[in-house]
DNA sequence: GGTTAAAAACATACGGCGTATATATTTAGC
DNA sequence: GCTAAATATATACGCCGTATGTTTTTAACC
């Protein structure tokens, strides 16, 4: 273990980056979890001082923040003059797309405030569909809240960061089902198929199609 | 500082337990947030040592589910023989009811896999009255999937733990309005008033509401 | 071209964390 | 009474985020 350099990198040298920093810890994340996440590890894969990365970010949140930014820059946005509930339903299943890109990361941007300038594009994707549905601004904010809090609650649940009894892979499932068919909880145990085995595809489109249907069946 | 007794507590004296542990957790957890829990802060506090709550509690995580336990009992179920409609408002209002009452503390509860025996009266006190509603096990499940979600989602924004452009208090939303005008993104601009401004409350029974209505319609 | 401020890296160190391991003391059951 | 279990403390390890200070190089200015 040679000492490392210790200045300011000389003109041609390869040198830290908000970016290098930012996609060096989405990987690290991607490989080893959340959790993984430390400063000292992120520096240790770009071979590089653990401070070294203050000089690109304020500190971790910062840092996590970034990878959040990252993230949602994978979503890819309908083109426009679509029919506006078919654009929503194509932002909706874009935005679990891009979440679903990296599971493991997906909380950082599901359970965490986010500054303004990385959330307004989404935002302005959303909304416009349900303006020019003819929804009043008040109505289209409140449909713009359900379908994201109804969004964000189901990607939680898909990536673990969430209650739920509902498990995959068969073996589990049948195990599950039994243990839900001996609590003797009547509604449980009639619906222990079901409770026991999930399925997030069809579990995300049938919330979705229900909250569309509601919003479009009147316009207000 | 004298030093502490070093080996089992004599018989009458007071000892330890698995609840004082979580409910002096708990009002850490109220006092100074989730991010000051530490089995050390813990300890401090009930005056022991770190290594006393590991009598009581297999790790740090085993104590935060104990905590999401106690908040889960604090839910209030409606009485039996209710309409199943008010039933179902009833149980999610009481839920949202109960997580509210320690704001910080509710990610332990919305953004964790629980342990079944915690989460299965809950469960069952909604997918009871779907049945009775008329819904199959299968549409009950679908339906408690898409609102649980939509609640944790709510709430997990009202207790700051989800993106969102919305603040509260006026002086906040008058500024976040000026902002959102000023990005020269149409739609949000002609939202803005509404963008800016958080209703917790409204926004919870909108969309409570929406999916209600829309599992009732046809009760298949 | 020399001077100087800024930039970008490293070195060291502090106080916190979860918890593995070992030990002490008391109790409860036989 | 003896012994195993229960319940507490003591110590220590390897992590963590980051405050502070130092070194080297660059870029801007005269």
Same mark, same amino acid.
């Given at each position: 273990?040679?000492?490392?350099?210790?200045?300011?990198?000389?003109?041609?040298?390869?040198?830290?980056?908000?970016?290098?920093?930012?996609?060096?810890?989405?990987?690290?994340?991607?490989?080893?979890?959340?959790?993984?996440?430390?400063?000292?590890?992120?520096?240790?894969?770009?071979?590089?001082?653990?401070?070294?990365?203050?000089?690109?970010?304020?500190?971790?949140?910062?840092?996590?923040?970034?990878?959040?930014?990252?993230?949602?820059?994978?979503?890819?946005?309908?083109?426009?003059?679509?029919?506006?509930?078919?654009? @929503?339903? &194509?932002?909706?299943?874009?935005? +679990? /797309?891009?979440?679903? $890109?990296?599971? =493991?990361? #997906?909380?950082?941007?599901? *359970?965490?405030?986010?500054?303004?300038?990385?959330?307004?594009?989404?935002?302005?994707?959303?909304?416009?569909?349900? @303006?020019? &549905?003819?929804?009043?601004?008040? +109505? /289209?904010?409140?449909? $713009?809240?359900? =379908?994201? #809090?109804?969004?964000?609650? *189901?990607?939680?649940?898909?990536?673990?960061?969430?209650?739920?009894?509902?498990?995959?892979?068969?073996?589990?499932?049948?195990?599950?089902?039994?243990?839900?068919?001996?609590?003797?909880?009547?509604?449980?145990?009639?619906? #222990?198929?079901?409770?026991?085995?999930?399925?997030?595809?069809?579990?995300?489109?049938?919330?979705?199609?229900?909250?569309?249907?509601?919003?479009?069946?009147?316009?207000?």
């Amino acid at each position: 273990m040679t000492a490392a350099r210790r200045g300011r990198p000389p003109a041609g040298a390869e040198t830290l980056s908000l970016h290098r920093v930012l996609t060096e810890a989405l990987a690290l994340i991607d490989e080893k979890g959340l959790e993984a996440v430390s400063m000292r590890q992120v520096a240790t894969r770009l071979g590089v001082n653990p401070m070294s990365l203050y000089n690109h970010v304020q500190d971790k949140d910062d840092l996590l923040k970034g990878v959040a930014g990252l993230l949602l820059a994978k979503i890819e946005y309908p083109e426009e003059g679509l029919e506006p509930r078919v654009s @929503l339903e &194509a932002l909706a299943r874009s935005f +679990r /797309a891009a979440m679903l $890109l990296h599971p =493991t990361a #997906a909380p950082i941007v599901l *359970t965490r405030q986010l500054p303004p300038e990385v959330i307004l594009r989404p935002i302005e994707a959303v909304v416009g569909p349900m @303006l020019a &549905a003819g929804l009043s601004p008040q +109505r /289209a904010v409140h449909a $713009l809240r359900a =379908t994201l #809090a109804f969004t964000i609650g *189901t990607l939680l649940r898909e990536v673990n960061v969430a209650p739920t009894v509902g498990v995959l892979g068969e073996p589990n499932v049948a195990r599950r089902q039994g243990e839900l068919e001996a609590t003797g909880l009547p509604a449980t145990a009639a619906a #222990a198929p079901y409770l026991a085995r999930m399925d997030h595809e069809s579990e995300f489109e049938f919330g979705l199609a229900l909250l569309l249907d509601g919003l479009f069946r009147f316009r207000t």
